[in-house]
């Protein structure tokens, strides 16, 4: 069974500082999608950012970028210049074909003024 | 975004009544699922649907029990609700190999 682990419950920033959210998920498959998703307190989930397991290239989304790490089985998720609305849940996802995702618990971002 | 609307959106209900929640898309897409969020545990996939009348389940899938009888709509019942199945409920759509879009969610407290 694939995993996903966000072994920080919460984290905080200084607003317009760069800070870095981790993810590491265990699979045996090597075609798989990764993704990161925000959830506001509105409760709706919102796609950050995706990354294909066979591109090499980290993906990035304006101020969100991915240190994508294949081998070590790494997905990290980078904001820079934090924003007050950047404050959230943020899960990582995992998925193979066939569009099962698997979630991790999730982490808490504070954005400080 | 996909359109996706649920309903209710909260709802607080007794030990043993039959709950069903309901998830409508614009989008005609073919993948539908409902996922549970709770703390600590992220979201986890309670059923979903790749057609009309296909169904299969997920993770945790215990205690409910799913319906789509057309592509706009997957129906989420839990036939005698317990106490463990307070929780946040997401319905989401997706087509092959793309990201899937979610509800705004429902709330679900049971006494």
């Known amino acids: 069974a694939q995993t996903v682990t966000q072994s920080q419950p919460e984290m905080s920033v200084q607003e317009a500082e760069t800070v870095t959210l981790s993810c590491t998920y265990d699979?045996?498959?090597?075609?798989?999608?990764l993704f990161w998703y925000k959830q506001p307190p509105s409760r709706q989930m919102i796609l950050v950012i995706r990354?294909?397991?066979?591109?090499?290239q980290n993906a990035t989304e304006n101020r969100f970028s991915v240190n994508f790490q294949k081998a070590a089985k790494s997905f990290s998720l980078k904001i820079s210049d934090s924003q007050l609305g950047d404050a959230a849940m943020y899960f990582c996802?995992?998925?193979?074909?066939?569009?099962?995702?698997?979630f991790g618990g999730g982490t808490r971002l504070m954005v400080k003024p | 975004d996909a359109g996706i609307t649920q309903s209710p959106r909260h709802k607080v209900t007794e030990t043993g009544t039959p709950v069903t929640l309901r998830c409508h898309q614009t989008?005609?897409?073919?993948?539908m699922y409902w996922y549970r969020q709770d703390p600590g545990h992220g979201l986890r996939l309670i059923h979903y649907?790749?057609?009309?009348?296909?169904?299969d389940k997920g993770e945790v899938s215990d205690g409910y029990s799913v319906s789509r009888s057309k592509t706009e709509d997957f129906l989420l019942t839990l036939e005698s609700a317990t106490s463990s199945q307070t929780s946040v409920y997401f319905c989401?759509?997706?087509?092959?190999?793309?990201?899937?879009?979610f509800g705004d969610g429902t709330r679900l407290s049971i006494l």
């Open positions: 996802a995992y998925r193979i074909a066939g569009n099962m995702l698997t």
């Open positions: 699979t045996s498959e090597s075609d798989y999608y």
């Open positions: 990354q294909e397991a066979y591109k090499q």
């Open positions: 989008e005609n897409h073919r993948y």
């Open positions: 649907s790749y057609g009309v009348k296909d169904t």
């Open positions: 989401a759509t997706g087509q092959n190999n793309q990201p899937q879009h």
